[in-house]
C-alpha cells in the first residue's frame, strides 16, 4: 500500500503534464513571433495548430504505454512516460530557434508529439497504479488527488509566466524568457522520473484473455462517455477561463477560478470517503450540472453585480467539483482494471473535446456567455450514458465500499 508522500510523487507526472499544455499556451505569442522571424507565414495560426495536433496521437501514445502497464506492469510504464516527457521538454527549451529556419515548425511539432504521446498514457495509467490494492475509502481522495494535480500544473505555469512577465521586459522573454518555464518542466519531470524508480512494483492482478477480450470495446466506449464529460467540464474551468475573464468583473478571474476549484475538489474527496463513495458522489454533480450549469453561467455573465458573479462562480465551482473530484475513480471502476481500454477511451475523448472545448467557447462567448452554461449542461448528459451501460460488477463494487464506511 502506498503511503500519501509516495502517491505525491506518482501524481507529479500528471501535474507536469498540464504545465507543460498550459506553459505552451501562456508563451504561445513568443513562439508565434519565433516563427514568424524565420519567414514562416500565418504564424499565430501554426502555433494553435501544433497546440491541436498534439491531442491526435494521444490515444496512440494511450494504446502504446497501456499495453506496456498491462504486460509488464504500472511502474513501468510511468518510468517510461517521464523519461520520454524529460527528453522532449529539454529539448524544446534548448531548441536553437534561430539556425533552425523554416524546420523549426517540424521540429516544434515532433516535440510537442513526444509529449502528448507520452501524457497519453500518464493519466490513465495513474489511475490503474494508485487505485490499485487501495482502501475503498481512499478510493475518493485518491481520485481528487490525480485531478487536483491537473489543476496544480495549470496554477503553476500561470505563475511562473506572470512572475516571468513582471520581472523581464517583452524583448527578453522574447529572446530568452520563454524557455525558462520550458526549462523549469524538464527538471522537474526528471526529478518525477528519479522518485519513481524509488516506488514499490504492484503486483500484477492478470484475467484470462477469454473474460477481457468481449467486453473491451464495451469498457472502451463506457470510459470514453464518461471522459466526455470529465474532458468538456475540466477545459471549460481551467484552460478557457482566459476567454471567459473578458466577460466578468472579477479580478484575476483564471487565478481565483483554478484555485478555487482546487480547494473544492480536494474538500469533496475528504467528505465524500467520509459520507458516501465515489459513483454516487459523481451522479449527484451531473444532477446538479444538468440542473444548475446554465443557470450559473447566466448569472456570471448578465449580471455586473460583484457579489452574483462571485455566487455564480461558487455554484459552477462546486458543481465542478463534484464531477472531477470522482472522475479518476469511476473511470477506475469502468476499465474494470484494464489499463489499454482506459486509455483508449479516455485520450479518444480528450483528443476530440480537449482539443476542441477552447475553440467551442471562444465561438459561445462571441454570442453569450450562458451559451457556455448550455455547452456545459449538455456536456453531463455523455457521463450519464457512461453510467447507465455500466456492468453489474460496479454495483457490486458500490455495494462492498459501502460496508467498509
Not at 77 to 86: K, R, Y
Not at 141 to 163: C, D, K, N, Y
Request: aromatic letters at 12%; proline letters at 3%; glycine letters at 6%.
Amino acid at each position: 500500500m502506498l503511503s500519501w508522500p509516495q502517491r505525491a510523487v506518482v501524481v507529479s507526472g500528471n501535474a507536469f503534464e498540464f504545465y507543460d499544455i498550459a506553459v505552451f499556451a501562456a508563451i504561445s505569442p513568443y513562439l508565434a513571433h519565433i516563427l514568424s522571424a524565420n519567414g514562416i507565414a500565418h504564424s499565430n495560426y501554426i502555433v494553435w495548430g501544433i497546440f491541436a495536433l498534439r491531442f491526435l496521437i494521444r490515444p496512440l501514445g494511450g494504446m502504446f504505454v497501456g499495453k506496456i502497464a498491462d504486460r509488464k506492469g504500472r511502474k513501468p510504464a510511468l518510468v517510461f512516460t517521464s523519461s520520454l516527457t524529460g527528453i522532449a521538454t529539454l529539448l524544446m527549451a534548448v531548441m536553437p530557434v534561430n539556425q533552425l529556419g523554416d524546420i523549426v515548425v517540424v521540429v516544434f511539432l515532433v516535440l510537442q508529439m513526444m509529449q502528448a504521446f507520452s501524457f497519453g498514457g500518464e493519466y490513465p495509467t495513474i489511475i490503474q497504479y494508485l487505485h490499485q490494492n487501495s482502501f475503498h475509502n481512499h478510493r475518493a481522495r485518491i481520485s481528487s488527488f490525480i485531478v487536483a494535480s491537473s489543476i496544480v500544473g495549470v496554477i503553476a505555469s500561470l505563475l511562473i509566466v506572470t512572475l516571468l512577465k513582471s520581472y523581464l521586459t517583452n524583448a527578453e522573454m522574447q529572446q530568452f524568457g520563454w524557455r525558462i518555464p520550458l526549462a523549469f518542466g524538464a527538471v522537474n519531470v526528471l526529478m518525477s522520473f528519479w522518485f519513481r524508480l524509488k516506488l514499490p512494483v504492484h503486483e500484477m492482478k492478470r484475467s484470462n484473455t477469454s473474460s477481457i477480450e468481449p467486453s473491451y470495446s464495451k469498457t472502451t466506449s463506457k470510459v470514453f462517455f464518461i471522459s466526455v464529460t470529465g474532458a468538456v467540464i475540466f477545459y471549460i474551468q481551467n484552460l478557457s477561463s482566459a476567454i471567459l475573464s473578458k466577460s466578468v468583473s472579477i479580478a484575476h478571474f483564471s487565478l481565483i477560478n483554478s484555485s478555487l476549484l482546487l480547494v473544492l475538489i480536494l474538500l469533496v474527496g475528504v467528505l465524500t470517503d467520509k459520507l458516501s463513495f465515489p459513483r454516487q458522489s459523481f451522479k449527484f454533480g451531473l444532477l446538479c450540472g444538468l440542473v444548475a450549469l446554465y443557470p450559473s453561467y447566466y448569472l456570471l455573465s448578465t449580471h455586473s453585480n460583484i457579489l452574483i458573479q462571485w455566487f455564480a462562480l461558487g455554484c459552477i465551482s462546486i458543481i465542478s467539483a463534484l464531477i472531477l473530484s470522482n472522475l479518476a475513480a469511476v473511470l477506475f471502476d469502468a476499465s474494470e482494471g484494464n489499463t489499454t481500454s482506459l486509455a483508449l477511451g479516455y485520450n479518444i475523448a480528450l483528443s476530440i473535446f480537449g482539443g476542441l472545448s477552447p475553440l467551442i467557447v471562444q465561438y459561445l462567448t462571441g454570442i453569450s456567455v450562458s451559451y457556455v452554461g448550455v455547452y456545459a449542461s449538455l456536456a453531463v448528459i455523455p457521463a450519464v450514458i457512461g453510467l447507465y451501460i455500466f456492468s453489474p460488477s460496479n454495483t457490486l463494487t458500490e455495494k462492498s465500499a459501502a460496508t467498509i464506511h
